[in-house]
């Protein structure tokens, strides 16, 4: 800890979508004090360097590129009052919403009212998949492509291969095509486009072969990337020629600092163990946006975000203060995660109307929230790992709800 202490009502710990959305939106409903501490030199998140449409066509009414959008809300957080200090990164997080800081001033501690953590996503890296092969120059994540590109214009290769086809692998294509990139093959190891239905075509229209069911994925090169090799569906070892290669989604949560910190991390989503409040464990920490779980869009988190504000407002005039609670489990395997996973049993409304669930696997058949042998609530899906599925939580939060809650897929096949 430092010598130096300085103190705010409500910290917000990130400065891209959720973090300014949010800001902005407790200005709006009377809140003092409100400060955004982002470690990049301009606050705007991950916009900033996505440098393609359609960004803020719900929530702002304009269609715009990530860097438009990103610096609209950065002045809409500015005029509503909202104190963003950049190049400042939080290395801490203490007990009752005390932090510590990196600044351009030296190391300060902050004592908060409330801290919201809002550090977003990133994409896994090269060794979190467990890619095989020599270690060249050339392998970016789309996020460090897009910020070489759009905020560098540098252009790493010419040839590139992209692994995955989740939706921001198809971000990966048009941030190649802005600097005269073309991407020689994606790989995917399933046997279908991760995205949805709708990109089916798109790699088809740029001339990109899509090489499904891939297996033991290695990458070839001394200095610079030669070439991609892969066991094809029927076992036979192919190799793409590339200068580079774009490793793209299979997003976590940023969630470095809550190890360290008294907030407990639920394995399954990657981010906080959080309630219908978005409280974390530390009932003076909350959090909102991608932090909570990967991943979803932009719009989504600025909505989540103004929603929080409501939530945190109130919680800040009137704390909710220690009250039981139960757990909200993915009793399936077919379930990958739910968010929020607890639920605080009181009498005080308007939390999140909807818990988060994705799938590990195409599922068919009753999800079913069962309690104490009790069904709470059901309802019949088809779904699909990369969709969002939202149950409502009023009929799981009764007075009298005890038993932790534990979701299934009755009928699955
Ligand atoms: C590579 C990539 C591409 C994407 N492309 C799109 C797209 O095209 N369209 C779309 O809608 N969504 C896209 N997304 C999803 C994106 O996460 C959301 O659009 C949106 O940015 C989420 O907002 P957020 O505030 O939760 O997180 P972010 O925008 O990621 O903001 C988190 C902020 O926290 C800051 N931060 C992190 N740790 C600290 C710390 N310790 N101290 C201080 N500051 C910290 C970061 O610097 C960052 O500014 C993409 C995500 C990634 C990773």
Excluded at 169 to 182: D, L, N, P, V, W
Aim: proline content about 7%.
């Amino acid at each position: 800890m430092s010598d130096r202490l300085v103190s705010c009502g409500i910290a917000i710990v990130g400065g891209g979508t959720s973090g300014l959305a949010l800001a902005t939106e407790l200005k709006r409903l009377g809140v003092d004090d409100v400060v955004v501490l982002e470690r990049e030199p301009i606050a705007g998140g991950v916009p900033r360097h996505c440098g393609h449409y359609p960004f803020g066509v719900r929530e702002l009414k304009r269609v715009m590129k990530g860097p438009d959008y990103a610096r609209t809300l950065v002045k809409n957080a500015v005029a509503a009052g909202v104190d963003i200090r950049t190049g400042t990164t939080v290395t801490a997080l203490h007990p009752d919403a005390r932090l510590s800081l990196s600044t351009p001033d030296g190391l300060v501690d902050m004592q908060a009212d409330r801290v919201v953590l809002c550090t977003g996503v990133r994409e896994s890296s090269r060794a979190q998949r467990f890619l095989g092969g020599q270690r060249p120059m050339g392998v970016l994540s789309t996020g460090a492509l897009q910020s070489m590109v759009y905020l560098h214009h540098k252009r790493p290769f010419k040839r590139p291969v992209i692994l995955g086809t989740e939706l921001v692998s198809f971000s990966a294509i048009m941030t190649c095509r802005h600097m005269g990139i073309k991407p020689v093959a994606m790989i995917e190891e399933t046997p279908r486009i991760t995205s949805r239905q709708i990109m089916r075509p798109y790699p088809a229209l740029f001339g990109i072969p899509v090489k499904f069911d891939a297996s033991d994925l290695r990458i070839l090169g001394d200095k610079q990337v030669e070439a991609v090799e892969y066991t094809d569906a029927g076992g036979i070892p192919r190799t793409v020629e590339a200068d580079g290669v774009i490793v793209t989604g299979k997003f976590r949560p940023e969630a470095a600092l809550l190890h360290a910190s008294p907030i407990e991390v639920d394995p399954a989503t990657g981010g906080p163990v959080v309630d219908q409040f978005g409280r974390t464990t530390d009932a003076r920490y909350f959090s909102t946006g991608n932090l909570l779980r990967p991943v979803e869009t932009s719009s989504w988190c600025w909505h989540e975000a103004v929603g929080a504000a409501k939530r945190i407002a109130d919680d800040l005039r009137d704390p909710i203060g220690d009250c039981p609670s139960t757990h909200l489990l993915a009793s399936d395997p077919a379930i990958r995660f739910v968010m929020p996973q607890r639920l605080a049993i009181t009498d005080r409304n308007g939390g999140m109307e909807h818990a988060q669930i994705r799938l590990n696997t195409p599922a068919t058949g009753h999800l079913t929230a069962i309690s104490g042998g009790k069904t709470l609530w059901g309802d019949f899906i088809e779904s699909r790992p990369e969709r969002r599925i939202l149950m409502p939580l009023a009929p799981l939060l009764k007075p009298d709800l005890t038993e932790p809650v534990q979701l299934k897929i009755i009928g699955n096949v």
